[in-house]
């Protein structure tokens, strides 16, 4: 299908543009760009995504997905087309100040943070492949999100005990040419997936 895309204009030159910039940057991409989007648009980007991600997680055995925010692409199609012998895990907290851990899902109650997350009571899981939401990435696979350090501290704590595969998902614009700042504890992206495309990173 066709990927409605912003004008060039939306994109400007990238020198001398902090991790900050960027993040404002990209935020306003997203904005934008989910904000254009009818229902039915969305939801079928949202299936082209599914569409191009799912085949590549036949390997993965526990899945760790998230809830949107609003402008963000919902990975909930995703989750609906896993095999029966995968399991789909949600980011929990106990409070603002915890660390970040995965939990069967569904997501299904509020968290600290505002975004549903599952009950305390449900299983809690280590994926071996996470889905991450993205503020902005490049090509190289570094990601710039809300500059909190959940996924970041996560995923380190994750690779303790055995690889971890990471993909990051977004829409089109959020993914750029340019080579975005890196900070020594970010942890980089294994693959980036738009409804447009998949793109390797390692």
């Known amino acids: ?25 990209g935020l306003e991409l997203r904005r934008d760009y989910a904000r254009s989007l009818g229902a039915e648009q969305r939801r079928a980007l949202q299936e082209a995504l599914r569409d191009i991600v799912v085949p590549r997680l036949i390997t993965a055995r526990i899945i760790g997905l998230y809830h949107p925010l609003r402008d963000e692409i919902d990975p909930q199609p995703i989750a609906d087309a896993l095999a029966e012998r995968q399991k789909a895990a949600f980011p ?26 599952p009950p305390g009571t449900a299983p809690a899981l280590a994926p071996d492949l996470v889905i991450v939401p ?10 710039i999100g809300h500059g909190k350090g959940h996924f970041d501290r996560a995923l380190s704590h994750l690779r303790e005990a055995g ?7 977004g829409w089109e614009p959020q993914l750029v040419d340019e080579t975005l700042p890196r900070d020594a504890w970010d942890i980089p992206l294994d693959a ?9 990173c390692r």
Do not use: C
């Open 163 to 169: 690889p971890v595969f990471t993909l990051g998902v």
């Open 1 to 25: 299908m066709a990927v409605p895309s912003l004008p060039s204009s939306a994109t400007p030159a990238s020198a001398g543009r902090s991790k900050a910039d960027w993040r404002r940057h």
């Open 134 to 143: 993205l503020v902005i990435a490049d090509r190289r696979g570094t990601r």
């Open 92 to 117: 929990w907290f106990a409070s603002r100040d915890s660390r970040m851990i995965w939990r069967a899902g569904p997501a299904a109650e509020p968290s600290p943070w505002g975004m549903l997350q």
């Open 192 to 200: 980036v997936a738009t409804p447009a495309g998949w793109v390797d």
